[in-house]
């Protein structure tokens, strides 16, 4: 199974929201374990670089950070195409579209996300976490 990981999910177990770290972390592990094949946007990635380097203060533990997320999951390719098809969608939030349009054109099952709302209009299957372990589980 390959699924597109939203930068909420990363940010839960980064940043140890607890009410979410318990299944955003275990839909890591299965990237991680390579249960499923887990994919993320270069944009989520300078995204997660922001927000870390300034919780951590430190340019040095936030590589470290990044390196852990690139041994997880893969960055996946961005095309001119993608960027044209989101693009024309005129969509309120550009970069869910985009990551969404990533995700079809790379032919991903789904994305992972906690803010399925943002995703609905873009054609895309979606899972929240609990979600997709449900699934996986079943499989």
Do not use: W
């Not at 951590?56 to 999951?73: A, C, D, H, Q, R």
């Not at 044209?84 to 869910?96: C, G, P, S, T």
């Not at 991903?108 to 709302?117: A, E, L, Q, S």
Request: with cysteine; hydrophobic share 45%; glycine share 2%.
């Amino acid at each position: 199974m390959r699924v597109m990981i939203d930068t909420n999910i990363f940010l839960d177990v980064l940043i140890h929201r607890d009410e979410f770290y318990n299944n955003s972390k275990a839909v890591l592990s299965l990237c991680e374990e390579r249960t499923i094949q887990g994919f993320t946007s270069a944009s989520a990635i300078t995204d997660i670089f922001y927000i870390t380097r300034k919780a951590l203060g430190s340019v040095e533990e936030t590589y470290k950070v990044i390196s852990s997320i690139l041994n997880i999951v893969r960055v996946l390719t961005v095309t001119n195409d993608d960027v044209l098809n989101a693009f024309q969608v005129k969509a309120k939030d550009f970069e869910d579209c985009l990551m969404a349009t990533c995700a079809l054109s790379n032919k991903c099952d789904g994305i992972v996300t906690r803010n399925k709302k943002d995703f609905l209009s873009f054609g895309v299957t979606l899972f929240s976490p609990e979600e997709l372990l449900q699934f996986i589980e079943e499989a």
